[in-house]
């Protein structure tokens, strides 16, 4: 039984569509791990101070991971460990365990450094709230880009021998640490168990990829000269993707920094609709840019241009048909899936309508976060990381000054106010100015989206064709599948019992069930050829006699 545990989450996995769809699968387990999380987080204290303390102080540590930790991120790693190991083989688990030994000295050193800055720093992350609570909760979590950090690193050999299986089973435990630490923990220490809580995810993070690391033999030691020499290429590469992650780091802590200033709990309602819509993030986008990567990286290195275009115009396509498909059904479907998810215990109807209403603001820039991702990779994997640098330096300056913006209109045009209230059902909520941060973030996004979108069809000369008939097919077809799931959803609405979790839940399956039928219906009706390979892709993952597809396996 242990042994064939460990040969199944240690299995290679070839093909994008395959992979993607193994990841997107894990992604999605992971996801429902991270909304039992915040249900959790949100039945026990609402949204209110004691959250608003725990999401303000991952502002420090999240900036330390994004702005340090990812300087050694497999996207940097991938590509060199790929030139190691065709020029010099027994070099590589050599030159990987070095890394690792730098990024342990430099992120130890660092995180030093801000635990004594502590006191200081928080009046900067949090300026509009007052808790002693918040230094030791910030100080704990420090360990956290530590652990992470080196697991990324780690990664690096695990994507690159294609365990993708292993590579998503991390995220899961990280999850579960947390759960344990609001279950277990909370209780006997107080919100510095919560804490604790992500520390022992963070952990076992890392933890559950150290045998298969340990596993790859060092055949050769790599001379210091040699390793100083791929560990600058690697920083060349990484500095600029680095520098991309902190930018959403950054508008993130501005936003959160501003929050803090509005009413109790702002900073929860925020960040509880900016967790939502970061699952299909992480389930569509992430797991396609994460599964298109290296296969991305090998084609450029080869030279193998037309295929390097297929290969992300396959992976644009697919990633465009789930992300407005979702778009769509979840401003339709927002007040269920939050009262659902968080509705429980201190999570009252208020704080539902509200973190509903910011959901469908943040959602609007699904599909320029996923397709940005993948983007990105592309970019990274072509070997230029100043074009996405560049891009997300505009999502920040677009993000910041359109929710500056928002709240001063919010602030001095009533009618207008009156007017984004009416729109999202939350006229009589009190603390709606948050929305005015959740409508910047997605602006930001979308901005990036179209800038970086731009570039790259010129850059990359991609076809737009098959993308502009996608565009149409699933627009068409979602906007009728939801129209059908609203009609349900008022339908049914003296029929259920609305006041309970399960009514709301049955009200919200049921329109949503019905209107995903009909948007199948209809692509299928169209002959929609993303259906179809997803179809297809499913069949080969789940059949007794599926074969490993080939990395450079394209969907036509």
């Given amino acids: 039984m242990r042994l064939s545990f460990f040969s199944t989450i240690n299995r290679e996995v070839h093909g994008m569509h395959q992979a993607a769809y193994l990841l997107a699968a894990f992604a999605f387990a992971s996801q429902l791990l991270a909304l039992l999380r915040d249900h959790l987080l949100a039945a026990s204290f609402g949204t209110g101070?004691?959250?608003?303390?725990?999401?303000?102080?991952?502002?420090?540590p999240d900036f330390l991971f994004a702005t340090v930790a990812t300087l050694l991120s497999l996207y940097a790693l991938l590509p060199i460990l790929s030139k190691v190991e065709d020029a010099h083989p027994g070099q590589m688990a050599s030159f990987l365990r070095g890394a690792l030994l730098l990024f342990f000295i430099v992120m130890g050193c660092l995180a030093g450094v801000l635990y004594i800055w502590t006191p200081v720093l928080v009046h900067f992350i949090a300026p509009g709230l007052t808790s002693p609570l918040l230094i030791p909760l910030v100080r704990i979590l420090l360990l956290q880009p530590i652990l992470l950090g080196a697991s990324n690193t780690v990664a690096s050999l695990t994507q690159l021998r294609h365990r993708f299986v292993l590579y998503s089973?991390?995220?899961?435990?990280?999850?579960?640490?947390?759960?344990?630490?609001?279950?277990?923990?909370?209780?006997?220490?107080?919100?510095?168990?919560?804490?604790?809580?992500?520390?022992?995810?963070?952990?076992?993070?890392?933890?559950?990829?150290?045998?298969?690391?340990?596993?790859?033999?060092?055949?050769?030691?790599?001379?210091?000269k040699d390793m100083i020499y791929a560990l600058k290429h690697v920083l060349a590469l990484s500095v600029p993707r680095t520098l991309?992650?902190?930018?959403?780091?950054?508008?993130?802590?501005?936003?959160?920094?501003?929050?803090?200033?509005?009413?109790?709990?702002?900073?929860?309602?925020?960040?509880?609709?900016?967790?939502?819509?970061?699952?299909?993030?992480?389930i569509i986008g992430l797991s396609y840019s994460i599964a298109a990567f290296p296969t991305l990286a090998r084609l450029h290195a080869r030279g193998q241009r037309a295929d390097f275009i297929k290969h992300i115009e396959a992976a644009l396509r697919h990633t465009m048909l789930w992300s407005i498909l979702t778009t769509i059904f979840v401003i339709v479907l927002r007040a269920q899936l939050v009262r659902v998810i968080l509705g429980a215990g201190a999570f009252d109807w208020t704080a539902t309508r509200l973190t509903a209403a910011a959901l469908a603001l943040f959602?609007?820039?699904?599909?320029?976060?996923?397709?940005?991702?993948?983007?990105?990779?592309?970019?990274?994997?072509?070997?230029?990381?100043?074009?996405?640098?560049?891009?997300?330096?505009?999502?920040?300056?677009?993000?910041?000054?359109?929710?500056?913006?928002?709240?001063?209109?919010?602030?001095?045009?009533?009618?207008?106010?009156?007017?984004?209230?009416?729109?999202?059902?939350?006229?009589?909520?009190?603390?709606?100015?948050?929305l005015t941060l959740a409508f910047g973030y997605a602006l930001g996004s979308i901005v990036e989206f179209l800038i970086g979108f731009f570039f790259f069809v010129r850059d990359f000369s991609l076809p737009l064709r098959r993308l502009g008939r996608l565009c149409f097919e699933i627009f068409s077809a979602s906007v009728l599948g939801a129209a059908v799931s609203y009609g349900l959803l008022a339908a049914t609405g003296s029929l259920v019992n609305i006041?309970?979790?399960?009514?709301?839940?049955?009200?919200?399956?049921?329109?949503?069930?019905?209107?995903?039928?009909?948007?199948?219906?209809?692509?299928?009706?169209?002959?929609?050829?993303?259906?179809?390979?997803?179809?297809?892709?499913?069949?080969?993952?789940?059949?007794?006699?599926?074969?490993?597809?080939?990395?450079?396996?394209?969907a036509s």
């Fill in 244 to 282: 991309v992650l902190a930018s959403t780091q950054i508008t993130i802590l501005v936003l959160v920094a501003l929050a803090s200033f509005f009413a109790t709990g702002s900073i929860s309602v925020f960040m509880f609709a900016y967790n939502l819509q970061a699952v299909p993030v992480t």
């Fill in 169 to 224: 089973i991390s995220p899961l435990l990280y999850n579960l640490g947390i759960i344990f630490g609001i279950i277990v923990l909370y209780p006997h220490l107080g919100i510095v168990g919560l804490g604790w809580g992500v520390i022992i995810g963070a952990f076992l993070h890392l933890f559950i990829q150290i045998p298969f690391f340990t596993a790859e033999k060092i055949e050769t030691p790599m001379p210091w």
């Fill in 49 to 60: 101070h004691v959250l608003d303390l725990y999401y303000a102080a991952f502002r420090i």
């Fill in 363 to 434: 959602i609007l820039s699904l599909l320029g976060q996923n397709a940005t991702l993948l983007i990105s990779r592309a970019y990274y994997a072509a070997g230029n990381t100043v074009r996405p640098l560049l891009y997300g330096i505009s999502d920040i300056v677009v993000s910041v000054c359109s929710a500056l913006f928002c709240i001063w209109i919010f602030q001095h045009y009533l009618p207008v106010r009156a007017f984004v209230e009416s729109l999202l059902r939350v006229d009589d909520v009190p603390g709606t100015i948050v």
């Fill in 499 to 554: 006041n309970t979790t399960l009514g709301v839940a049955i009200q919200g399956s049921a329109a949503g069930l019905a209107g995903l039928l009909v948007t199948v219906f209809i692509l299928s009706v169209l002959g929609n050829a993303e259906l179809k390979e997803t179809i297809s892709a499913l069949k080969r993952r789940f059949s007794p006699d599926a074969v490993a597809l080939e990395p450079t396996d394209i």
